[in-house]
């Protein structure tokens, strides 16, 4: 089975883009360091007038904080998978270096493992 790699390309791209847009949401990129980013203190509109502003922003930044690492791990995935699709690796299993099951990566386009060797 040859696997068509550009269905998964362009749906990892895609994704890439939704990961950067949500990124974009709750930081910033690093003005250092590129493809890094940091997380920033959202405006909340919500924000009961009997808590202390500096309190919500301290607590909204700790949330932020979490989404930001959840996220670039995420695009961190992504972006490996975009390369092995460029190096031809691409869809092979990290572990056993089979082919990686058509539905798991329809599943998660950015996959290293088969289905055997998941979590792995
Ligand atoms: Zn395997």
Known sequence: MTLDTTTFKKKLLTEKDLVEKELGTVGRRSPGTVGDWEPVASDRDSASPDRDEAAEKIESFEENTAIVRQL???????KDAL?????????HCAVCEKEIEADRLSANPAATTCKAHMGK
Do not use: H
């Not at 390369?83 to 869809?91: I, Q």
């Open 72 to 78: 670039e791990s995420r695009l961190g995935e992504v």
């Open 83 to 91: 390369e092995r699709v460029e190096n031809g690796s691409y869809g």
